[in-house]
């Protein structure tokens, strides 16, 4: 199980090299890091992992809760011995009903709530774990503070760093931890930086490798291709696609390679046409002579869009999240829990907890 979640960590030389530049441009003291629970779930839904967890039997539950508080402190740690303010929240969705954006995609997270349901025998050993652990991730993240595990319930999960970022904990920069295509729209976003982890192969994807991140992630073509389109376009891309994971279904049956042709069509018919002319022409070209409705369009875009259901969350909705970012400092009482419930899996209170953690020797992720 442990290798799973060292694939979610990036040696701290990778980290320190994207950061360089930021910081000799800019005063950064303070950070907020978002890893996103939700989709390292995902990667969890695997026969042969499912087998991992089997095998652990009744420890898996907290073999997970351990591994999880271990990535969180992994990314604390670096934070903290670069002498960044640090806030960690980890970000996930235990809802297997309804969502928001059910209102424009009735089966919005279909496959979500099948595979995450404990009915599914090829994965219910994971599921088992998942949903045991739920429960008291928050209860042990409150006892150390500036860590917050974060379930976002009917929400979707992806937008509440955003919120956050926003409206409560407003840091100098903010980092997202994930593989999820739907999360490339923070690639681009002014204080942010979009890592993608993947252990020794761990990068920072901005603004001019959106498009190739998506090429390879997503298997568009075998040889090797440089796509320079303007990130501003990306948003409707991903809304024409769709995203399988969370059921928002294509648009005219049009994948990746088709839209990349659309795009290069686009942009060699109006070299020098603004963002607002781009995308109309892009409409023009996905709708060509069907009858595809703007109605269906701007379904999926409110279901992809971060922005468009930040702005949405009602009064209810910021309450659910804010009631989760509580601090009920407990070192003791984390030291017991600790001893007595983790003794074949301890969480790494060194890097969890604010305690000698700057000038100690060097780890394997440095």
Request: proline content about 5%; overall charge neutral; charged content about 20%.
């Amino acid at each position: 199980m442990d290798s799973h979640f060292n694939g979610y960590k990036a040696r701290y030389d990778i980290l320190n090299r994207y950061m360089l530049p930021i910081c000799q441009s800019q005063i950064v003291t303070s950070m907020n890091i978002f890893i996103n629970l939700d989709d390292l779930f995902h990667t969890l839904h695997n026969p042969l992992i499912n087998n991992e967890f089997q095998i652990a039997g009744r420890d898996a539950p907290k073999q997970l809760m351990s591994n999880i508080f271990n990535l969180i402190g992994h990314y604390r740690y670096w934070a903290l011995k670069n002498h960044y303010d640090v806030k960690v929240f980890a970000i996930f969705t235990s809802t297997i009903r309804s969502f928001k954006n059910n209102i424009y995609v009735p089966e919005y997270r279909k496959h979500f709530k099948t595979i995450n349901s404990e009915e599914y025998a090829s994965c219910f050993f994971v599921n088992h774990a998942i949903q045991s652990s739920l429960p008291f991730l928050p209860i042990i993240s409150k006892y150390i503070p500036g860590i917050y595990i974060i379930d976002s319930k009917y929400i979707e999960p992806s937008i509440i760093p955003l919120y956050i970022s926003e409206e409560i904990s407003e840091m100098h920069w903010n980092m997202l931890v994930s593989r999820d295509t739907y999360d490339l729209q923070y690639s681009y976003r002014n204080k942010w930086n979009l890592l993608t982890p993947k252990g020794d192969y761990s990068q920072v994807v901005n603004q001019h490798g959106i498009w190739n991140y998506v090429n390879a992630k997503e298997k568009v073509f075998k040889d090797e291709v440089d796509l320079k389109y303007p990130y501003s376009l990306y948003i409707l891309a991903k809304a024409v696609v769709g995203d399988r994971y969370r059921n928002i279904p294509r648009l005219r049956r049009i994948g990746w390679k088709t839209l990349f042709k659309y795009l290069d069509s686009v942009m060699e018919e109006n070299p020098d046409a603004s963002e607002t002319t781009l995308k109309i022409k892009l409409i023009e070209k996905i709708k060509g002579k069907s009858e595809l409705s703007n109605t269906a369009i701007n379904n999926n875009l409110n279901s992809i869009n971060i922005d468009l259901q930040k702005d949405a969350m009602l009064t209810i909705d910021k309450t659910l999240i804010e009631e989760q970012i509580v601090d009920v400092p407990d070192y003791n009482n984390l030291q017991e829990l600790n001893r007595t419930k983790f003794q074949q899996c301890p969480l790494n209170l060194q890097f969890l907890c604010n305690i000698n953690t700057v000038n100690k020797p060097k780890t394997p992720f440095d």
